[in-house]
Nanobody, 116 residues
């Protein structure tokens, strides 16, 4: 059974950093494109980063390009989102997502708050 669990969110000051984790079970992250989304209050969920399989090409939304980095650790079956130079507008619930066997799976999300 596919299961995704995000962690690593919290409160950080503007300019700070956080690393989010998405621990996967029921499938192998190295075999699928993995995506990070975020959703701020009153806004639609938006795609912010992806890492493909095969090839591990990465893509980012313009709003996070140059500040966020997506990666994966195949040994831990985990995908990460390193977030640097955080801004108040980065505050949101962050989700990881995978599509496997024709079905889309989401984690429960992790809250990121950026405030002084």
């Amino acid at each position: 059974q596919v299961h995704l669990v995000e962690s690593g969110g919290g409160l950080v000051q503007p300019g700070g950093s956080l690393r989010l984790s998405c621990a996967a079970s029921g499938f192998t992250v190295s075999s699928y494109t993995m995506r990070w989304y975020r959703q701020a209050p009153g806004k639609e969920r938006e795609l912010i980063a992806s890492i493909t399989s095969p090839g591990s090409s990465t893509n980012y939304a313009d709003s996070v390009k140059g500040r966020f980095t997506i990666s994966r650790d195949n040994a831990k079956n985990t995908v990460y989102l390193q977030m640097n130079s955080l801004k108040p507008e980065d505050a949101a619930v962050y989700y990881c997502r995978v599509m496997t066997n024709g079905a889309i799976y989401w984690g429960q999300g992790t809250q990121v708050t950026v405030s002084s």
